[in-house]
């Protein structure tokens, strides 16, 4: 039977799902890669720990005096892994039916599901640092990044990643709409960031800091979300087994489950490395 299901399509169908299920998670996650990422697989158990490093300040010293020892007491943080998950069933008949790559298809929506989930554990994090800006009925402002950059520079920061901030796409909005003087002023009359704002609707940098936007960005209430502005060692994720593709025939249903499923932990590592962006996140 020329459409009999053949170990070779099989095998074509899989590898399908896999290629763009990885590709596509590689790609939408936009908070992990700002972070500090740790690779934990294929190392017994399920815990990292991160040492933290004390800071440490030079002094004067006269000539021939001998040097006091400075004390050198590292902390940890601890980041635990934990598995999660997600499954599609494709029929046969929906298989047989399809017009596209029904295996790239679903590839896609498995990386997206868990480049969403991995971007959404590490955005909850942002209210848990003890600096924040703003409140929940206030907007955005250019003013909140130049605090918070300060902020974090007066906090000895590492700048080694540059600084980076998360907001909310109507958190944006309104930042661009600041920026841009609500699109009434002549562009020539605008900074260079407002500049890029009303020609590609992109931030780029203000104060220094990268400026990107992600729906997973949210908070405790309606209309007040939680952005952050933070260097990459602010938080930790640590992953312990990277996204696995399996399929399983469930011959009684004529249909193929196909399984998506890693295991990760994330945690905050330096709070004072990271700043609270607070406003309201509703169009307006």
Do not use: W
Request: charge should be negative; hydrophobic fraction near 45%; proline fraction near 2%.
């Amino acid at each position: 039977m020329a459409d009999e299901a053949t170990g070779a399509v099989l095998s074509e169908l899989y590898a399908n799902i896999v290629q763009s299920a990885l590709y596509t998670m590689n790609e939408k996650t936009i908070i992990r890669p700002l972070v500090r990422n740790y690779d934990m697989s294929g190392t017994p158990g399920l815990t990292a720990q991160v040492p933290i490093y004390p800071t440490v300040a030079a002094a004067a010293v006269n000539d021939g005096a001998d040097l006091a020892n400075t004390a050198f007491n590292t902390t940890s943080k601890t980041i635990t892994a934990s598995e999660v998950g997600v499954m599609v069933e494709l029929t046969d008949l929906a298989a047989e039916g399809a017009t596209d790559d029904v295996a790239a298809a679903i590839g896609r929506q498995l990386g997206s599901a868990m480049a969403e989930k991995v971007d959404t554990d590490l955005a909850a994090l942002f209210s848990g640092f003890s600096t924040s800006l703003g409140t929940g009925d206030s907007e955005i402002t250019a003013d909140m990044i130049f605090q918070a950059a300060a902020t974090l520079r007066s906090n000895n920061a590492d700048q080694n990643g540059g600084y980076v901030c998360l907001l909310h796409p109507f958190q944006a909005y309104q930042l661009k709409k600041q920026l841009t003087n609500a699109g009434a002023t002549m562009s020539h009359s605008l900074s260079d960031t407002g500049n890029n704002a009303l020609r590609d609707g992109f931030l780029g940098k203000i104060a220094g800091v990268d400026i990107f936007e992600s729906n997973v960005v949210t908070g405790a209430s309606a209309g007040a979300y939680v952005g952050a502005v933070m260097s990459q060692d602010a938080l930790g994720y640590m992953v312990k087994r990277s996204m696995r593709i399996e399929t399983e025939r469930n011959a009684s249903k004529r249909s193929l489950e196909i399984v998506g499923s890693m295991a990760y932990g994330v945690s905050e590592l330096f709070d004072t490395y990271g700043v609270g962006l607070v406003a309201d996140a509703r169009l307006n």
